[in-house]
Structure formats: C-alpha cells, structure tokens
C-alpha cells in the first residue's frame, strides 16, 4: 500500500502543473458527485415526499375550513326567521287596518250624538212631530251581515210615496257594510241557519242604531231626509217606512246606524 502510494506521488510529481490541476479538479468532482449522490439525493427526494404530504394536507385543512364555514352559516340562519316576517307582516297590516278605521270613525257621527243631532235637525224643521225614539242593540258587522230584511213602504192612498222610497233607496247606497240598504232583498232564512255559531269572527266595528218615527206631511219628511243627508258627518240608512193611511199626514219610520270600534252605546 505504502509502495502504492509512493508511486502514485511520483506519477504526481512528474506532471506539470496543468495536469496536477486537472487531477485536482477530477477528484473534487468526483468526491461531490459522490457526495450528492449518497447525501443529497436521498434528502431531497425525501423533501419532495414531505412537500407533495405538506399539500395533501393543507388541501384536507381547506376543506375541513370549508365544512365548518358552512355549518356555521347554517346555525346562523334564523329558523323562525320567515314566521318571524309574516308576523311583523301582519302586525304591520293590523296597525294601517286600525288606522283605517279610526280615520273612518272620525268622520262618522259619534254613538252618543246621533240622538241629539237628530232632534236638532228636527226642531230645524219645526214642522215634524217626533213620535218616538229609540235605540237598537249594538252588533258586529259580522252579525249584521246575517240580519234580513227589506224595509217596506206603504202608500195605499197616496201615489207620491214612491219618492220617500226613491229618497230612501238612495240614502242605502250609504249602508255601512252589513246594513240592510232600503232596496235589498230578503234572503232565505236557512242561510242564516249555515252560518257556524262556533266560529264567531272577532268583531273589529259595532254597529248602532236608533229608530225614528216622526209625523207631518211628506214635503217636511222630504225635508227631513236632505237634511240628515247633508250632514258633514256620515249616518248610515237602514230601513225606512212611509205609511200615508192617514193623508195628509203621513207617518215615516227611520232606522240609522253609525258605526265605532267599542259596543258603548248612547243613552237616550
């Protein structure tokens, strides 16, 4: 070995410097190529392993990431988020209904005047004799709607009450919703028997009325009627009868109704 080695230091020696430079650089090369191949490739095919199990991995987290976004957008989602809407709906429908009527109502005449404000407009006249008056019992419109009925005139002697019917016919086109207006027909008894008593709607307006029966001639019961008619507050027209048996004088039963949102009634 030692004789080898002596040798190969003579071959050095008897080479000039461009070729022991050559023989150097040979070795280096083949030590790091060695170097690399024992060392190096084994580590970086071993970080390519660990780099393709680094994506693998982050890909597995961003979808996890993913699933738990989603099941935290479902936990935020309301379930009564659509019940919740409709009902603030309907409360928003109630109030502008309330406020529909209490609009309404103001421009009605009040429960407690209707009786006065007739027998001002009767002592207007001062030609009418106000026989009786009296009020009716306080309904729903829903129970009002069930009521029957088409008010009758009696003229047996004298031709011209046919323009108190006329008068009357159109004071009804003023019904309030369930009154019975002056040219309505009756309806058959059994459908008021079908209406289910059980389901009884809650009642929003009360309707009240007063009965009227005054005597005089026909022009002053004319009279009468354009007045109650051109009152800046609104009266509703239920029934109204003429009985002319005793002309001149004739005898007019009136029924009018007004309408409020409690069952409080005027005293006469």
Partial sequence: MKAQWIKLCTRLDAMTLRERVMVFAAVAASIVFLAFTM?????????????????QQQ??????DREIAQ???AFVVDPD????????????????????????????????????????ILRGNGKLR???????????L?????????????????PAAAGVAGQAGQAGTQAAPGAPATNAAAQPANAVAAAPAASKPRELLYRHGV????QGSYADM???MDALQALPSQLFWGKAKLDAGQYPSSRLTLTLYTLSLDTKWMKL
């Fill in 142 to 158: 829903s129970e009002a709607r069930l009521e029957t009925g088409a008010p009758a005139i009696t003229s047996p002697q004298q």
């Fill in 211 to 214: 009965e009227i029966v005054l």
């Fill in 59 to 64: 890909n597995q987290i961003a979808g996890i």
């Fill in 130 to 140: 106000l026989l009786s008056m009296k009020t009716l019992p306080v309904s729903g």
């Fill in 222 to 224: 004319v009279q009468y």
């Fill in 39 to 55: 060392v190096m490739e084994p580590l970086l095919a071993k970080q390519k392993v660990l780099l393709a199990q680094i994506n």
């Fill in 71 to 73: 099941m935290a957008a």
């Fill in 81 to 120: 988020a659509e019940g919740r809407a409709r009902l603030q709906s309907l409360q928003k429908q109630i109030d502008e209904g309330s406020a529909a009527l209490q609009n309404m109502q103001k421009g009605l005449v009040a429960p407690e005047k209707i009786a006065p404000l007739l027998e001002h």
